[in-house]
């Protein structure tokens, strides 16, 4: 379509269709807008109704051109076009990643230890600029050097679907094997002497049910399945051990897991089962010597880490209790030493623990009172020195060497931004803003110094927001930010209840039965915000992706009033059908969060009230921008296209709405390191755009 011509938005036209469950009955006049096919989407009129929707898009942001532009170009200037890491040991080379002027994707490197760093001796192990040539969408997957240094196992996504297919490279010769793996969604995993690779396939579900041996240089029909997870619910994966000498195949869903081990000299052995699965026990593990280690929440919510002897590995022994106040996210088990990380107050801490010496704790301080913090790349089993990276809002991204036996932080690399930064312009806070139930909710807030200066009353402010699945959104460091923030918009994150920056509990208090706490949260995060004087409501721009999108979906249904734009990233806003839906990718293992529709009315009718797109109704809604993926198998791209559909047929008033799919691009937009700032740049004219900014 022309954009000239586009004076209209699309209107999806209406199918009837219903479906009963516990007796009630639903009606969703555009479940027409999945297409039977799907993973392939073939259908021309639903094809159509994308292209016009796609269409309204450019023609509404069209007088937007120069703005997305001006913010891309300030954007872009952010980032050091020719940049490299810190080059980090692995066995006898040390390897590092590089891009260079205007390149999209990285170049690995290596170079022997020892050798000058003068680029003689460097040598170019993956060309992701070469592979993504051409291709409107690159993803590269696991990458998995073999021990001996030889070979390279990696793999690539080039249409979004998340199906990756995997390869082999002869790093003598630098040609590429005769194996060929499509369809893996899994990390690479060698095994029996570089002469196997253990790896994942996504089923016809996009679920990985299994783990699988694959032997170089034979045919696919004979890989072998180690293992296969009969509980459609449940996902597989597989690592390595930190002294690598046992395979590790865990399998998992939202609240329940269970792990195997095998020698990784000796694949087709018959596994060890640590622990038989609990309903609500989650627990990993990896080895030192004939001693397991055990991360599990049996006794505390919170986590413990426990001991176990490999003849007995369902014989706990607590190491480190669990606690109310700390929240332990994981370990990693060093030679000579264990790293412990976790959060206490939501503040990441990281600490270095002794063997022979369990009293002996030595903490590692950061210079920030708010921040986030955690283990970089840290691939040997004899460390001296680990890698940790570093950030705050005001910090740029900075990785550290820390001299364990010193105790001491060496800065190695701080985040580079060419355009200029002085931090000292901006000042960071973490507040607690009480939600409606009496509930200090965290929040980090970053400004300007200098925005009360304007004199003008409350500012705009942005506010972001995730809460599910127990992810934590850290307060980090983010160059796009400042985009807003530079034009006098305070950039605020509610830690709300759903993630896990509090804790577990903070996790389960916004999940299930409790799962409106998050969309309250979010809600009374923002009007204590205006109460406070940070802004006013119509002033506060508000977005979320995935899970963060049916944030957004839920609040726009409650609180219209208070939100002056909103973006929606992929959002998951038809939850109900989705939920009632076990042949989608996702359903099964997703109960655990949501709840069972199918099986459960009480859950039914929980997820009925709160799904944004059964919630939409007749009334007034803000500004709204909303994206997709054609080929997302996370979000379906129905699921946003349905729900613009009824707030086209139902909202009340004459704000924009605008719906864009990227029909060369799944979950997570578009690929490129640049070419990801388009959207960014779109979505921050949007904001300012409808803040009359």
């Not at 859950?603 to 909303?626: K, T």
Request: glycine share 10%; charged share 25%.
């Amino acid at each position: 379509m022309d954009h000239a011509t586009v004076n209209a938005p699309p209107v999806a036209r209406k199918q009837p269709f219903t479906a009963t469950h516990h007796g009630i009955t639903l009606s969703d006049d555009y479940a027409w807008l999945r297409d039977p096919d799907y993973p392939e989407v073939k259908d021309k009129e639903i094809l159509a109704h994308l292209e016009a929707e796609n269409a309204w898009f450019a023609a509404q942001m069209a007088g937007q051109q120069s703005r997305i532009d001006a913010l891309f170009k300030e954007m872009r200037a952010r980032i050091k076009e020719a940049d490299s890491s810190v080059p980090q040991k692995d066995g006898d080379w040390l390897y590092w990643v590089e891009y260079e002027d205007g390149a999209e994707y990285k170049k690995w490197w290596r170079r022997p230890v020892g050798a000058k760093d003068d680029g003689s001796a460097d040598e170019l192990i993956l060309d992701e600029v070469a592979l993504a040539e051409g291709k409107e969408y690159f993803r590269l997957g696991a990458l998995s050097v073999s021990s001996d240094g030889c070979k390279l196992a990696y793999s690539v996504d080039d249409n979004g679907s998340e199906r990756f297919t995997a390869r082999i490279k002869d790093l003598t010769t630098g040609d590429l094997l005769g194996d060929e793996i499509p369809g893996t969604l899994s990390s690479l995993i060698w095994v029996a002497g570089d002469t196997g690779i253990v790896y994942s396939l996504a089923n016809e579900q996009w679920r990985t049910d299994n783990a699988r041996l694959h032997w170089l240089g034979r045919p696919l029909a004979d890989d072998v399945e180690l293992y296969h997870e009969g509980d459609e619910g449940f996902r597989v994966g597989a690592g390595l051990s930190a002294n690598e000498q046992w395979l590790i195949v865990a399998t998992s869903d939202h609240e329940t897991g269970e792990v195997r081990l095998i020698p990784a000299a000796d694949p087709l052995a018959e596994p060890i089962l640590v622990a038989p699965r609990r309903k609500g026990v989650e627990y990993d593990v990896d080895l030192r010597d004939d001693t397991l280690f055990i991360l599990t929440n049996d006794t505390h919510e919170n986590f413990r880490l426990a001991t176990a002897p490999l003849s007995s590995p369902g014989e706990w022994t607590t190491l480190i209790e669990g606690s109310d106040a700390f929240y332990l996210t994981g370990f990693d088990l060093f030679r000579d030493f264990y790293v412990v990380e976790g959060r206490e107050g939501g503040l990441d801490t990281i600490a270095v623990r002794y063997y022979d010496d369990p009293d002996r704790i030595e903490p590692v301080a950061f210079p920030e009172a708010s921040y986030s913090a955690g283990l970089g790349d840290n691939p040997e089993w004899a460390m001296d020195v680990l890698r940790i990276g570093y950030q705050s809002m005001v910090s740029p991204s900075t990785l550290y060497d820390y001299h364990v036996a010193e105790r001491r932080l060496e800065v190695r690399k701080v985040q580079e931004i060419p355009s200029g930064y002085d931090a000292d312009l901006y000042t960071t806070e973490r507040l607690d803003i009480t939600a409606r139930d009496g509930t200090l909710i965290p929040v980090s807030i970053l400004y300007r110094k200098d925005r009360a200066e304007t004199g003008d009353g409350p500012g705009p402010l942005h506010l972001y927001g995730y809460g599910a699945y127990g992810i934590a959104i850290p307060p980090g460091f983010s160059t796009t930010r400042f985009s807003l923030v530079d034009r006098g918009f305070a950039y605020a994150i509610a830690h709300i209840r759903g993630g896990d920056d509090l804790g577990r509990a903070w996790y389960k208090a916004g999940k299930l039965e409790r799962r409106a706490n998050t969309f309250t949260d979010f809600v009374d995060v923002a009007k204590g915000l205006v109460e406070r004087g940070y802004t006013a409501a119509g002033q506060i721009s508000i977005s979320g992706g995935s899970a963060g999108g049916e944030l957004m979906g839920a609040v726009v249904n409650s609180d219209p009033d208070l939100w002056g734009a909103v973006v929606a990233h992929v959002p998951f806003v038809d939850v109900l059908n989705t939920m009632l839906d076990a042949s989608l990718p996702l359903t099964p293992g997703e109960w655990p969060e949501w709840g069972n529709p199918i099986e459960d009315r009480a859950a039914f009718e929980l997820i009925a009230g709160y799904s944004p797109y059964d919630n939409v109704r007749a009334q007034d809604y803000p500004p709204m921008m909303v994206t997709a993926g054609l080929n997302d198998p996370r979000v379906t791209y129905w699921e946003p296209a349905k729900w613009v559909a009824r707030l086209r047929e139902l909202k009340t008033d004459d704000n924009v709405l605008i719906f864009k799919t990227n029909m060369g691009a799944g979950h997570g937009g578009k690929s490129g390191r640049f070419e990801s700032l388009h959207e960014t740049a779109e979505e921050f004219a949007f904001i300012l755009w409808q803040l009359g900014q």
